[in-house]
């Protein structure tokens, strides 16, 4: 049975598609079978591994219509030498449609656990799946929340970030109600920056409020993981990147020690 987790906060920009979309692909390099799953209606996540243009089926069809069952895509993660790690990595891609099927969602019966219903018939494919989500506590959102037994929560260290994170701690009191399974895997600081003071006093802040919730590796600015994401792959078939993909191992060997 694959750990379910989804990527949550509530603020934008703090870096939760290029989170979902490197430690997939880490996972993948360690051997582990992986689905992402893309559940933000502008589909960054789809685009991410350059699959926007070829997609025939997205994830709201299956959220729409029960019968209808995930549409699974493989993925290449990397260069030739790794064609075994490409095959353990697939994306459930979304659209902009999703977002209209958002608001049908709203009239649907046990809206809040369609993603969940669809896991189940595949969650024994994989070790890992890997929900992405909007920047808001919309229906999708909590579907995510609902269907996962973890959440990763990515956060920049600057003390704006810190409501949006409170946000969802809020928001996971809440989700207990429907999912008592839900517990935070981690605080992943996000798009961080040293040199920078008020970055290291909120990264010190954040590891004495939270402690160990708080991931030991840490995403640093790095122009590389942003223009993987642009180029629609991940870091790990990017030209230059190798500090960040060493960084995203290291992470991916954390996620699988506290999963």
Excluded: C
Excluded at 41 to 65: H, M, R, W, Y
Excluded at 88 to 95: C, F, I
Excluded at 158 to 166: E, T
Excluded at 169 to 181: D, F, G, K
């Amino acid at each position: 049975m694959a750990t379910v987790i989804a990527v949550a906060n509530q603020k934008g920009g703090v870096g939760k598609t290029t989170t979902t979309a490197n430690l997939g692909a880490a996972l993948a390099r360690r051997g582990r079978r992986v689905l992402l799953v893309d559940l933000d209606p502008q589909g960054n996540l789809t685009s991410a591994f350059g699959l926007e243009k070829d997609v025939q089926q997205t994830v709201a069809e299956s959220l729409l219509d029960r019968r209808v069952p995930l549409p699974v895509v493989t993925v290449a993660n990397g260069a030739s030498e790794h064609a075994e790690a490409a095959q353990h990595l697939s994306v459930v891609p979304a659209a902009v449609a999703l977002a209209s099927a958002e608001a049908q969602l709203m009239n649907k019966l046990g809206r809040e656990m369609r993603l969940r219903d669809q896991l189940l018939g595949v969650d024994q494919q994989y070790d890992f799946i890997m929900i992405d989500t909007p920047p808001s506590l919309g229906v999708l959102t909590i579907n995510a929340l609902v269907a996962a037994s973890r959440v990763i929560i990515p956060t920049e260290a600057r003390f704006f970030s810190l409501q949006g994170l409170q946000m969802l701690e809020e928001s996971i009191e809440e989700i207990l109600y429907l999912n008592p399974r839900l517990e935070v895997l981690g605080i992943l600081l996000s798009k961080m920056d040293r040199r920078l003071k008020e970055e290291r006093q909120v990264a010190e802040y954040l590891r004495q409020r939270w402690g160990v919730r708080v991931f030991g590796t840490e995403i640093s600015t790095n122009s590389k993981i942003l223009e993987a994401g642009s180029a629609g792959t991940s870091v790990f078939h990017y030209q230059g990147a190798d500090k960040a993909i060493d960084t995203y191992l290291a992470l991916a060997d954390e996620v699988m020690t506290r999963a």
